[in-house]
C-alpha cells in the first residue's frame, strides 16, 4: 500500500513538472514570436511612414500647381516628374559630406525658431515674390512632416499663427496648403453635392451644403481662419477665391474639356457676400469638426520621427537662402526628387528569449530543450531525470555542456521543490507576457493606421493628378481642336464611335510625346472629351424608340403607385416602412444626380454611389447581413419615389459608348472597375422592369 502510494505520488510529480514543461515551451515560442514580429514590424513601419510622408510632400507639390493655375508655367520634364512611381527607397542627396551637415544644421536651426523662420520667409518673398508658392505649398509644410497627422498640423499652427498676426500680407498663400490636407477633400467631396455652377439656385446650394457638412472640414483649418481678426475675408481670399479661378481642382465642377468657361465676377462677389455666414458655420461646429489621425505611439517605434524631414532640390535652395548660406554643388532643380534627412531611427529589437544565470533559470532553458519529460516513476530527483535524458537528445552536446552549469545549482533538490520554484516564476512573468502582447497589438495598430493614411493621401493624389491632366488636355484641345468637324453619325455607329476614340486617345499621346510630358494614362478624360459633343440630349433625340420604352416604363410606375405604394413597400424592411421618402432621401437625392451630371462615366458613377449609399441605410437600420432580400425591395423603392423619366436610356446611353471605352483600354492590359460595378446596375434596371410589368 505505501509503496502504490509513493508511485502514485511521483508520478503526479511527473505529470505536475510535464504540465510545467508546456507552459514553458509556449513561452518561449510566444517571445520567438514577439521577438519576429517586431523587427518585422519596426521596418515595415518605419517604410509606410516615410511612404507617407513622401506622398503627402507629393500631394502639396501636385496641389501647388493645380489650385494656383501654374500647371502650365512649369517644364513638361518637371509636370511629368509629378507622376514618377513612389520609389521604393528615399536618401539623402549625393553631396559631399560637409554640405550635407551644413544643410541638416540649418534645418534643425530654422525648425526649432518659427518666428525666426516666419521673418526670414517673409524677407524672402519681398526679395522675390515668386518665392511664396514654393515656400508654402512645398518648403515650409515640409518642416512639420507635410501635415500628415494632427500633430504636425498643430505645429504648422504654430508657424501660421505667427504669419496671421505679425505677417498677414502673406496669410493667404500660407494658408492654402491646409486645404491640401486628405480629409479636407472629403468635405469638398460633400459641398459639391448637386452643386450645379449653371443654376440660379447655385448660391442657395452653395451654402446649404456648406452648413450642412460644415463638421467635416478638418478642425485644424477652422482653428488657423480663427487667428484672423477677419476669418471671413480669410476664408475667401485662401479658400473661396481660389474655387472660383480653378473650380474643377476643386471639385465643384466636373473634369469635362471644353465645357463652358463661368464668368468669374459673378461668383467671386455671390461667394464674397456670404464668407461671413460660411465661416460662422465653422465656427459654430469648431467643437465637432473633423480631427485629424494622430501620430499616438510613434515614438515608440521611431523616437526621432519628428525630426524627419524630406526636402526637394527646389525646396534646399530656398532654405539655404533662408540661412544666407551656400553649398558648393547645387542641386538640379528640374525634377520634383525628394531627399531625406535624419533618417527615422528605429527602436532595436534584440530576442528577448534570454534565461537569467540563476537556478529557475538554467533549469528553465533545459526543460524547454528536453524533448518531453519521461514517465520514470523511480526518479524524484530533477537533477538525476535530466542526466538521464542527455544521450537521447539530438543536441545532446550543448545539453550536456548546460548541464554543467547547472548540476551545482540542483544537487540534492527534490522536484516538488523545483516545480514550485518553475510555476511561481512563470506566474510572476504573466504582467510581462501580457505587456509585450500589448506592444504587438499597438504596432499592429500603428502599422494599419499608416497604411490607411496612406491608402487615403493615394486617393487624392489620384484626384489631383487629374485636375493636373485635365489643364493640359484643355491646353492639347485648344492647341488642334480634334472634333472641330465630328459629325453626328459617329455616335449612331458603335465600330465607328470606337475607331474614333482609338484615332483620340493617339492623339493626346502623341500631343503628350511631342510636348514631353510623361504622364499617366487619360482614357477617361480624353472620353469624356469626345462624349462632350453628344450629351444625352442629343442621343435621345436621335433615338425615339428609347423615348418611347422610358415613357412606358415612367407610366407603369406612375400607375403601380396610383395602385399602392404597398407594392413596393412590402418586402422592404421595416425601417423603411414608415416615412420612406425621408429615411432614403440621401440614396434619392444621388440618384437624382444621375439624370444632371454629364459624360456616361459621370452617369456611372453616380449610379454606383447611390448602391453604396443604399448598403449604408440598410446598416444604419441595423441589419448586419445585407443579401438581395434586403437590398433589391430598397432599390425598386427608390425607383419607384424618383421615377426618373429617362431611366432605360440613360443605362443604353451608358452602355453603348462605354463598352468602346472598355473594349480599347482592355486590348492595353487595364480595366476600370467602375464598369465592372456597372452590370450590376443593368440587371437592376430590368428587373425592376419586370417588376413593374407584372404589377401594372
Request: hydrophobic fraction near 40%; charged fraction near 25%.
Amino acid at each position: 500500500m505505501m509503496e502504490t502510494k509513493e508511485k502514485n505520488s511521483k508520478k503526479d510529480y511527473l505529470e505536475n513538472l510535464r504540465n510545467v514543461q508546456i507552459n514553458l515551451k509556449r513561452e518561449s515560442a510566444f517571445e520567438t514570436f514577439y521577438w519576429r514580429e517586431t523587427r518585422e514590424f519596426n521596418r515595415e513601419i518605419s517604410n509606410i511612414y516615410i511612404k507617407v510622408v513622401y506622398q503627402a510632400k507629393l500631394l502639396s507639390n501636385v496641389c501647388m500647381n493645380t489650385f494656383t493655375n501654374s500647371v502650365l508655367q512649369q517644364s513638361p520634364v518637371y509636370i511629368s516628374s509629378l507622376f514618377n512611381i513612389i520609389p521604393s527607397s528615399i536618401l539623402p542627396p549625393n553631396i559631399p559630406h560637409n554640405d550635407l551637415i551644413l544643410i541638416q544644421k540649418s534645418i534643425m536651426s530654422l525648425y526649432s525658431d518659427i518666428p525666426g523662420l516666419c521673418k526670414k520667409c517673409d524677407s524672402l518673398i519681398r526679395k522675390d515674390p515668386s518665392n511664396a508658392k514654393i515656400l508654402a505649398f512645398s518648403t515650409i509644410p515640409s518642416f512639420f512632416g507635410n501635415l500628415w497627422c494632427s500633430e504636425s498640423a498643430d505645429k504648422y499652427l504654430q508657424f501660421m499663427k505667427e504669419i496671421i498676426i505679425n505677417y498677414p500680407q502673406h496669410s493667404n498663400i500660407f494658408s492654402q496648403v491646409m486645404y491640401t490636407i486628405p480629409l479636407f477633400f472629403d468635405f469638398l467631396q460633400e459641398l459639391s453635392e448637386d452643386l450645379d455652377l449653371n443654376s440660379e439656385h447655385f448660391a442657395d446650394t452653395f451654402y446649404e451644403n456648406w452648413k450642412k457638412n460644415a463638421k467635416y472640414c478638418p478642425k485644424p483649418i477652422i482653428e488657423m481662419l480663427s487667428y484672423s481678426s477677419n476669418p471671413g475675408n480669410l476664408l475667401f481670399k485662401s479658400l473661396l477665391e481660389r474655387m472660383i479661378h480653378s473650380p474643377s481642382s476643386y471639385r465643384i465642377m466636373p473634369y469635362v474639356i471644353g465645357k463652358d468657361k463661368i464668368d468669374p465676377k459673378f461668383y467671386r462677389k455671390t461667394l464674397k457676400d456670404m464668407s461671413n455666414k460660411l465661416w460662422e458655420c465653422l465656427e459654430i461646429v469648431k467643437n465637432e469638426a473633423t480631427l485629424l489621425p494622430t501620430s499616438n505611439n510613434m515614438k515608440l517605434f521611431l523616437p526621432d520621427y519628428e525630426n524627419c524631414f524630406m526636402f526637394t532640390s527646389i525646396d534646399l535652395d530656398l532654405i539655404l537662402s533662408l540661412a544666407k548660406l551656400k553649398i558648393a554643388n547645387p542641386l538640379p532643380k528640374d525634377q520634383f526628387i525628394p531627399y531625406l534627412f535624419i533618417h527615422p531611427e528605429q527602436v532595436p529589437k534584440s530576442p528577448v528569449v534570454t534565461f537569467p544565470a540563476t537556478m529557475e533559470g538554467r533549469l528553465r532553458e533545459m526543460l524547454i530543450l528536453l524533448n518531453n519529460v519521461p514517465e520514470c516513476y523511480q526518479i524524484i530527483q530533477i537533477n538525476e531525470l535530466l542526466q538521464n535524458e542527455i544521450d537521447f537528445m539530438p543536441n545532446s552536446t550543448i545539453f550536456k555542456k548546460k548541464m554543467v552549469e547547472l548540476s551545482p545549482l540542483i544537487k540534492d533538490i527534490k522536484m516538488e521543490k523545483c516545480i514550485k520554484i518553475l510555476q511561481e516564476n512563470f506566474d510572476q512573468r504573466e504582467n510581462d507576457r501580457k505587456k509585450l502582447a500589448t506592444e504587438i497589438s499597438i504596432m499592429n495598430k500603428t502599422n494599419r493606421k499608416l497604411h490607411m493614411i496612406s491608402n487615403k493621401i493615394d486617393i487624392c493624389l489620384n484626384v489631383i493628378k487629374k485636375a493636373t491632366i485635365f489643364i493640359l488636355m484643355e491646353e492639347w484641345a485648344k492647341a488642334e481642336n480634334p472634333l472641330l468637324n465630328i459629325d453626328d453619325s459617329l455616335y449612331i455607329n458603335e465600330s465607328e464611335f470606337g475607331h474614333f476614340l482609338t484615332q483620340l486617345i493617339e492623339k493626346w499621346e502623341n500631343w503628350c510625346k511631342i510636348n514631353h510630358y510623361s504622364l499617366d494614362p487619360a482614357y477617361d478624360e480624353v472620353f469624356n472629351y469626345l462624349m462632350r459633343a453628344h450629351p444625352f440630349e442629343k442621343f435621345i433625340q436621335s433615338r425615339p424608340d428609347e423615348a418611347k420604352a422610358d415613357e412606358v416604363l415612367y407610366n407603369n410606375v406612375k400607375t403601380v403607385k396610383e395602385k399602392s405604394m404597398e407594392i413596393f413597400l412590402a418586402k422592404v424592411l421595416d425601417y423603411f416602412k414608415e416615412n420612406p421618402e425621408e429615411k432614403l432621401i440621401s440614396a434619392t437625392k444621388l440618384l437624382r444626380s444621375v439624370f444632371m451630371i454629364e459624360s456616361p462615366l459621370y452617369k456611372a458613377e453616380k449610379f454606383i454611389q447611390t448602391n453604396a449609399q443604399i448598403n449604408y441605410l440598410i446598416q444604419l437600420a441595423g441589419e448586419k447581413e445585407i443579401g438581395a432580400d434586403q437590398y433589391t425591395p430598397v432599390q425598386f423603392l427608390i425607383l419607384a419615389l424618383e421615377n426618373p423619366p429617362h431611366l432605360k436610356s440613360t443605362i443604353r446611353y451608358i452602355k453603348f459608348f462605354t463598352s468602346s471605352l472598355s473594349s480599347i483600354i482592355s486590348k492595353k492590359g487595364i480595366s476600370i472597375p467602375l464598369l465592372a460595378k456597372f452590370e450590376s446596375i443593368v440587371f437592376m434596371v430590368k428587373a425592376f422592369e419586370r417588376y413593374i410589368s407584372e404589377h401594372v
